[in-house]
């Protein structure tokens, strides 16, 4: 079947009403939208606020978080927005327009990154492919096993910097770090004091200004390492509990939300849910595809994943649930 007649079919679906069917049948679970990154085209978003405002009813975490712990159900088709990380493309782009459209949103910091004491280390590690003169790396990874790369062409340097952006996900914490600290010595780069203005983070000025103007902030750790690969439960405490106490010393307000880093069950584990909950946080959510049901645990709450330059279609096709992996119940009990 060629493009056109996909796109025909695909028209067709959507003009005869099955989007709002589902939306119908799905009308009690609650969606939460994961945004990242933002670009100065923002058509699509804009498209994107106003599908949301048309078919759903927008609601803060805050909100979601009470409903789930005393039970009072949620307006039909509850949608919250969620950003992660905190850069500065969100002030510059982002807010903009999901103020105009009076849409709550709360974005998930990572205190170090705001605080200009690291880089996040996928963009540093992204920096390193893309400025290396090299044209091979050698990596011997924590098992044993060296791994050779070609890394001559900037598509090679793409694909590597992924496969071994992934792989870093998988490794002991203090091996991450070990490795993140000899990739650019070895591909010979030097790693700048400050990312470059595409990699930037939000200044606590702008965090204030936009908490004073309705945007909800929750912690994101410090550092953004995979928590379930950290064997010392006080360094997973202060990952989490530091994030918060130290968003709240520049907010002056608590701070009621987290969100794990990457997010996958795999990089969530049963010390870190604790931990999560020993702090104080109210609600904390996950990066796991899915709608919630009032018994979803509110500290393993599931997102939905977007580009805000992407489809239309597809866009509206995950709101609805209609491309959701729903799954199993997510449960604390059932972590590693």
């Known amino acids: ?30 969606r939460i939208l994961l945004y990242h990154r933002f670009s100065m085209d923002t058509a699509r978003l804009r498209e994107q606020c106003e599908h949301i405002c048309r078919c759903y009813h927008p609601v803060s975490l805050t909100l979601v978080g009470q409903s789930l712990k005393t039970g009072k159900p ?9 950003v992660d990380d905190g850069y500065r493309d969100f002030f510059l782009y982002g807010y903009p327009v999901f103020r105009d459209f009076n849409l709550p949103v709360t974005v998930y910091l990572v205190s170090d990154f705001l ?3 690291s880089w996040l280390w996928w963009d540093k590690l992204q920096y390193s ?6 044209q091979s790396l050698s990596v011997e990874w924590p098992s044993g096993h060296k791994q050779d790369f070609i890394i001559e062409t900037r598509e090679q340097r793409r694909r590597v910097y992924e496969e071994v952006r992934e792989c870093l ?12 600290d000899q990739i650019p010595k070895r591909l010979r780069v030097g790693i700048p004091p400050s990312p470059p203005p595409e990699w930037s983070p939000l200044g606590w000025d702008e965090v204030r200004q936009m908490s004073r103007e309705g945007i909800e902030f929750g912690a994101h750790t410090k550092s953004h390492p995979i928590l379930s690969r950290i064997s010392d439960i006080t360094k997973i405490q202060d990952e989490i509990a530091g994030c918060k106490a130290r968003i709240e010393e520049e907010l002056g307000q608590t701070v009621l939300h987290f969100s794990y880093p ?3 069950l795999a990089d969530i584990n049963k010390q870190s849910v604790e931990a999560v909950i020993q702090a104080g946080f109210c609600t904390a959510v996950t990066a796991e595809r899915g709608l919630n049901s009032r018994n979803t645990d ?9 580009e805000p330059d992407g489809a239309t279609y597809y866009f509206q096709e995950l709101l609805a649930g209609i491309v959701d992996a729903r799954g199993v119940e997510a449960r604390r009990c059932s972590l590693p």
């Open 74 to 82: 949620l307006p039909a088709n509850s949608l919250a927005i969620t």
């Open 169 to 180: 996900k998988k490794v002991g914490d203090d091996d991450r770090l070990r490795l993140l």
């Open 129 to 134: 492919f893309q400025s290396t003169a090299e």
């Open 1 to 30: 079947m060629n493009q056109r007649i996909k796109d025909l079919l695909r028209h067709a679906f959507h003009s005869s009403g099955a989007i709002a069917a589902v939306r119908k049948i799905e009308r009690h679970s609650l």
């Open 262 to 264: 990457n997010g996958t």
């Open 115 to 117: 605080d200009r004491q």
């Open 298 to 306: 509110l500290f393993l709450l599931r997102r939905v994943g977007a």
